[in-house]
Nanobody, 126 residues
Framework: QVQLVESGGGSVQAGGSLRLSCAAS????????LAWFRQAPGQAREGVAA????????FYAASVKGRFTISQDNAKNTTYLHMSSLTPEDTAMYYC???????????????????WGQGTQVTVSS
């Protein structure tokens, strides 16, 4: 199983940008679907973006498409989430998650992931 550690969260004003990082260790030679989720207080965990380590395929939630970009540096076993044009509605704890091949279910269903990071807080002020 892969281990994940997020970093890069913080506080930013509306309209600003942040880049989150998710460093993977352990069984990184396996093909994975890596995803970013977020969870605001009192709300369900929401899929934000996902990508496959073995293919240039990405997925985005409608709420972030055009503003967020997921990318990977396979040499560093690190997945990034570039966030721009941030709004207060983007305020949440952000988690990265990994699902090993064969993948099950929709990329945005958290039940399909068996490894999670500890989360990094993103706070956007108006």
């Amino acid at each position: 199983q892969v281990q994940l550690v997020e970093s890069g969260g913080g506080s930013v004003q509306a309209g600003g940008s942040l880049r989150l990082s998710c460093a993977a260790s352990g069984h990184t030679s396996t093909s994975y679907r890596l995803a970013w989720f977020r969870q605001a207080p009192g709300q369900a965990r929401e899929g934000v973006a996902a990508a496959y380590t073995s293919a240039r395929t990405t997925f985005y939630a409608a709420s972030v498409k055009g503003r967020f970009t997921i990318s990977q540096d396979n040499a560093k076993n690190t997945t990034y989430l570039h966030m721009s044009s941030l709004t207060p509605e983007d305020t949440a704890m952000y988690y990265c998650a990994a699902a090993p091949y064969p993948y099950s279910g929709s990329w945005s269903n958290p039940d399909g992931y068996n490894a999670w990071g500890q989360g990094t807080q993103v706070t956007v002020s108006s």
